[in-house]
RNA sequence: GGGCCGUUGGCUUAGUCUGGUAGAGCAAUGGACUCUUAAUCCAUCGGUCGGGGGUUCGAAUCCCUCACGGCCCGCCA
């Protein structure tokens, strides 16, 4: 069978690879340093699918989501208190959590991910950097590899042309002294007794990207010996044992770790004996401009602050649409995506038709990865994303009955139906409120200042109030509106500006007929009312 | 030095993985909704798909090559 999605594909592979496996654990790396953005969630969004590829082609499956919290803190992340300076160096998952919510540092960071999984419906398995060291699950594989270190060594300079790792045991003890991780260096291994000696002698300078100031860490100078569950692996091996030790049979990876993952590729081939994972390797995401997301710089899009203005299924069409090319990540793309998602729905459920027969294939599977394999039986409302936020950054945050009113102007626009399911209810709420959120941040606060008004635009608005009526309807609102301005010799655009200001602070909105009909006329007179009295006098 | 990704009308881009008539939005122009901001709709304008070569009945799409741009690696993880 030919699959078109490359999900699909690369599950085939994988089977293929080795037919015959009980279970098929595919993998992300959670790190647990530095504060995740939407890439981190990416890498673990495409290897949960893949997993789903892999049970709908009837095979156990698994997604394991590792989080690698005995790396060391190298540099405090943006926001975070500048006491943890004396933690530099040492494994996160031995770190306080400065905010006293979990554990442990590492253990609050990769938590920020998790509960951005479980928010978006995929299932995991949690698993511990930390936690598997000190278990001893990668026991035969530390012992190996410290015990061939040389031949890890050449294969290290082989694929990477790096000669440090000739001389050097591709491990870190954490010493037992001071509890740094990035100070040690092994000096001598003892398959015997499966203990390393090390000396903690070195030098590395962090960071704190709050301040900018660099963080210089010194070793303690002591010497010791310890076990080898009481330490890590360099990364040019580490991934290639962990693979073997889980079993692992997909990895999903981005561009910054290209050269590490082809390396322990070849360690785990040439070395451990085992036939790396499948992989599919994804570009990192950019600034608008193409300039570097760097998590000092404070410019992270959190998945947690996406799921603010979008649903899950527009960030997961983001990570599954394409794989191999560079995307922007910000604001603008929010709506973008949102529609996106309307339109495979649309195209799924035969709504708007693709021609192509390859492309309407493609277009329905991205649909169903999309939900996850979990299809509704039937579509949602597909209302467009930036109608609602039009109407949203019109009508005040604090106005009652805010949801109705907007409902009653999709309606009345013929952009959603006139009698709508309690679900559909629900739907539409969620998306005024996903707008509500998303114009909020990127169109800025409405301001409304006391008007100044001319003599002729004050009688307009005084003629308004005794002219509008409950028995109106919408039409004749928007007529009386008009005629009004023309009989005060005031241009009907203006007074129209002048009306949404007054309504809801802002230049522009809804057909005003429509907007006053939905607000109610005896409140729209009441603002009127109290506009007209809070205004100043202005010349002509 | 090694590697990855991009280059499509004035601008932003889809389409590249899946070869089969290059689509959209913005902008511009003209028009419609008996007169209004906004919105909507219709129409028009505009592209040798970065250059060159190859494969093919057929290439924006696959292969090679060159140019330009961006990023990653060459500390550590």
């Known amino acids: 069978m030919s699959e078109l999605f490359w999900a699909d594909k690369s599950a085939q592979q994988i089977i293929d690879q080795d037919p015959s496996r009980d279970i098929y654990v595919t993998e992300c790396g959670l790190g647990a340093s530095g504060i995740p953005h939407v890439g981190s969630l990416g890498d673990g969004i495409r290897s949960y699918v893949v997993s789903l590829a892999l049970k709908e082609k009837g095979k156990d499956a698994l997604f394991q989501a590792y989080s690698d919290d005995r790396d060391g803190l190298r540099k405090i992340p943006y926001g975070f208190p500048s006491e943890l300076k004396e933690y530099v160096g040492n494994p996160v998952s031995h770190i306080p959590d400065p905010f ?20 978006m419906g995929i ?55 001071c509890g740094k991780i990035y100070t040690t260096r092994v000096t001598d291994f003892d398959p015997e007794a499966e203990t390393v000696s090390y000396v903690c002698d070195g030098e590395f300078v962090g960071k704190d990207s709050t301040t900018g100031e660099d963080i210089v860490v010194r070793g303690c100078g002591a010497t010791g010996t310890t076990h080898i569950r009481n330490g890590k692996l360099a990364w040019k091996v580490e991934f290639a044992a962990r693979w073997r030790a889980f079993g692992i049979a997909f990895e999903a990876f981005g561009k910054d770790i290209l050269e590490s993952v082809k390396v322990n590729d070849a360690i785990c081939e040439q070395l451990l004996s085992y036939t790396p994972p499948v992989h599919a390797f994804y570009e990192l995401f950019v600034e608008r401009g193409g300039g570097k997301i760097s998590k000092s710089k404070g410019n992270v899009f959190t998945p947690q602050r996406w799921l603010r203005y979008g649903a ?9 649409k394409r794989l191999a090319y560079a995307r922007v990540v910000d604001l603008e793309e929010i709506p973008k995506l949102m529609d996106e998602v309307n339109y495979l729905e649309d195209v ?48 005040p945050a604090d106005t009652p009955n805010r949801d109705e009113i907007i409902i009653n102007i999709l309606q009345n626009s013929k952009k959603a139906p006139s009698s709508l399911t309690e679900e559909q209810r629900e739907d539409l709420m969620g998306m005024i409120r996903y707008a509500t959120e998303w114009t909020k941040d990127a169109g800025g606060p409405m301001a409304h200042e006391p008007l100044e008004l001319t003599e002729a635009e004050r009688e307009a608005l005084l003629q308004l109030i005794d002219v509008l009526g409950d028995d109106m309807d919408a039409e004749d609102i928007q007529n009386a509106v008009f005629t009004t301005a023309q009989q005060h010799d005031l241009k009907p655009a203006k007074f129209f500006k002048l009306l949404y200001y007054v309504l809801l602070g802002v230049q522009r909105g809804p057909r005003a007929g429509t907007l006053i009909k939905t607000i109610g006329v005896q409140r729209a007179c009441r603002i009127i009312e109290r506009e007209i009295k809070a205004s100043r006098q202005g010349s002509s």
């Open 100 to 119: 006293g919510c979990h554990d442990s540092f590492g253990h609050h960071i990769s938590s920020l991910l998790t509960d951005a999984f479980d928010k």
């Open 123 to 177: 299932e995991y398995r949690f698993q511990s950097s930390d936690e598997a060291y000190k278990a001893g699950i990668l026991d035969k594989e530390i012992a190996l590899l410290l015990e061939r270190h040389k031949e890890a060594g050449t294969i290290i300079r082989n694929v990477t042309g790096q000669e440090k790792y000739l001389t050097q045991y591709p491990y870190f003890a954490i010493c037992e002294e």
């Open 312 to 320: 899950p299924e527009s960030l997961i069409l983001l990570m599954l």
């Open 348 to 395: 799924y459920f035969g709504k708007v038709k693709v021609n192509n027969e390859k492309e309407r294939t493609h277009l329905r599977r991205l649909y169903e990865y999309v939900k996850l394999l979990d299809v509704p039986e039937t579509p949602s409302l597909s209302v467009p994303y930036n109608v609602i936020a039009n109407i949203a950054s019109v009508i």
